[in-house]
């Protein structure tokens, strides 16, 4: 098979041909073994991507009903009042009783308070820090583009890194960083993915963890939970990750809670 | 979308085959079948984790079931759930090497309802394998994957959600990354050898 007949069999699986092309096609599959087993194998990929789909959606409501359910056990558990005597048992289940129902409202308040306060905007208030370039990387650099990001000047560092020919992943990064601090979360989300993207296509990994990072701090100020919690999920499993420590410290009961009302 | 997410199981199966409002459907799963159906799983010496697991897999299997039109209701879901749960626990346990009174106990206990979707559990397994290929591709290549081939997004309405420059672009991704993944099934041995069974 030529990679273009290749292609024409991807575009025939996404039924995006027309006419006597498809007729082609279909009359290929049936004379050519080698085409229909390629076919075979293209049906096979697409199953594999639509299996992971589901896997991951299943996934994800998963953890926001654990996170639902958790809540909702915070929320109807008293705490265990101690047996009384017998003398003022009594008296003890009444103002048991009260004292059962006293921490119930206060814990239900208190779900309710949290249920209510938490969202994506509050999560990305609480854990989005400007980035700090380190000194090995700093100090010393004359790159136009690091001394307009030492100053903090936002819209030069997007103006610079923006008009540079060949733009590496670090112009790349501060760009996305210099978006966050401008509140253009689109964009950086483009930035932090094209470096994704680029290591992942070179195998490289330069800047990887810190645009890990700031995809999902940054998919939270665009409310999307659902985005951010895989690459969180990836952080917090990986000790090596440049960023684990700072993501083991985060309240995933939080971010599920966020993510169970953006699913809602 | 049913506010109170608690379904009949006609409505689920209805809800489920239509494809609309998925995640209401299956948190109505969770909230209506997973206690139950987990219980077996920790009877039959698993724990916790092992029981979320096994039923995260078995709704999986059940979606698909359903939406291929295969579910014949002639069991309560709950049945029906409980029949996958309880035969890809055993298949788990074979796996890693428990086989012992207990799981002989189980077999034991299987009746015709779970003998019957037994060849389900087959096609979880396949569904694994290939799932664990697409984890192999970059994030890059599963996403755009995903977004067309599951989210079923048009190449315009991918441009918006990825850093790429235009539909063309996304396009020539798309190819490369589809033929990305059938290299990787073709070089496993395993489901080489379904796929040339098949072609026989």
Redesign the interface.
């Given at each position: 098979m030529t990679p273009e007949e290749?292609?024409l069999l991807?575009d025939h699986l996404?039924e995006t041909l027309t006419g006597t092309r498809n007729a082609g096609l279909d009359r290929l599959l049936e004379e050519d073994p080698e085409a229909?087993?390629?076919w075979?194998?293209?049906g096979?990929?697409?199953?594999?991507?639509?299996?992971?789909?589901?896997?991951?959606?299943?996934?994800?409501?998963?953890a926001?009903?654990?996170a639902e359910d958790a809540g909702l056990r915070i929320a109807a558990v008293p705490e265990t009042v101690p047996p009384a005597k017998a003398t003022v048992h009594r008296l003890y289940k009444k103002y048991g009783l009260r004292a059962a129902a006293c921490v119930l409202i206060v814990a239900s308040s208190a779900f309710l308070y949290k249920y209510l306060s938490v969202s994506s905007q509050s999560l990305y208030d609480r854990y989005y820090s400007t980035y700090e370039l380190n000194t090995s990387r700093g100090a010393g650099d004359e790159r136009p583009v690091v001394k307009a990001y030492d100053a903090k000047d936002w819209s030069a560092v997007l103006s610079i890194a923006g008009s540079a020919k060949n733009k590496d992943n670090q112009a790349e990064f501060l760009s996305g960083i210099a978006d966050l601090q401008l509140k253009k979360y689109d964009d950086a989300?483009?930035?932090f993915?094209?470096i994704?993207?680029v290591n992942?296509?070179g195998g490289t990994d330069y800047y990887q963890d810190e645009a890990e990072y700031y995809l999902a701090i940054s998919w939270l100020a665009m409310h999307k939970v659902n985005e951010a919690m895989p690459i969180l999920e990836k952080i917090r499993s990986d000790a090596h990750h440049q960023y684990h420590e700072k993501v083991a410290k985060m309240s995933f009961f939080d971010l599920r809670l966020a993510q169970f009302k953006e699913?809602k | 979308m049913k506010a109170e997410e608690k379904y009949t199981d006609a409505e689920l199966i209805a809800a489920i085959s239509a494809g609309k409002d998925l995640n209401t459907a299956i948190r109505s799963i969770y909230r209506q079948h997973s206690e139950a159906v987990s219980s077996f799983v920790i009877h039959y010496g698993g724990s916790e984790q092992d029981a979320d697991d096994i039923f995260q897999e078995t709704v999986v299997a059940f979606i698909d079931i359903v939406k291929k039109g295969k579910y014949r209701m002639e069991a309560s879901i709950r049945t029906f759930l409980a029949s996958i749960a309880r035969n890809y626990w055993f298949n788990e346990l074979k796996k890693r090497g428990r086989s012992g009174h207990r799981d002989r106990q189980f077999e034991m206990g299987r009746d015709q309802d779970e003998a019957d979707v037994s060849h389900h559990i087959a096609e979880l397994e396949r569904k694994r394998q290939l799932r664990e290929l697409v984890e192999q591709l970059g994030e890059s290549c599963r996403k755009v994957l995903l977004l067309f081939y599951y989210e079923n997004l048009s190449m315009k309405e991918i441009v918006n959600h990825l850093p790429y420059e235009n539909e063309q672009v996304v396009r020539n991704k798309k190819y490369k990354c589809l033929q990305q993944l059938t290299d990787l099934i073709k070089a496993n041995p395993a489901i080489a050898r379904q796929m040339q069974e098949t072609l026989k």
């Open positions: 290749t292609r991807i996404d229909a087993q390629e075979q194998y293209l096979l990929a697409v199953e594999a991507v639509k299996a992971e789909g589901l896997h991951a959606q299943v996934a994800s409501v998963r926001a009903w654990k989300i483009s930035h993915e094209q994704i993207a992942t296509i699913n | -």
